[in-house]
């Protein structure tokens, strides 16, 4: 008598997990559940393309640092060879120092 009560507690438990399960799955396929899932991966893909944008950002400011202290130092960013142009950023870095020190006069 104990062992049937126990396999029927058993199998009542196991039902209702059962249908808890089953209820859940068949919500992700009624249109309310199909509009949430939609809007999830809407999101999502908003989200990737927000950071997808941030890094190319990124990238950019990096690249532009790059660009301007090699300009400064007046190093070629291309392996070409100017020997006219060897300097020029640091000649122009000078020609704005002195510059700006003559407006402060």
């Known amino acids: 008598m104990i062992r049937r009560l126990l396999w029927l507690g058993v199998g009542i438990g196991v039902g209702v997990v059962v249908v808890r399960l089953v209820t859940r799955q068949a919500r992700k396929f009624t249109p309310a559940g199909l509009a949430g899932t939609a809007q999830e991966s809407i999101g999502h893909a908003a989200g990737s393309v927000r950071s997808f944008m941030d890094d190319v950002r990124d990238g950019m ?21 100017l020997p006219w142009a060897h300097g020029v950023g640091s000649k122009f870095y000078q020609f704005k120092q002195q510059q700006e020190g003559e407006q402060q006069r």
């Open 61 to 81: 400011a990096d690249r532009e640092d790059q660009l301007f202290a090699a300009f400064e130092d007046g190093v070629s960013i291309e392996p070409v060879d």
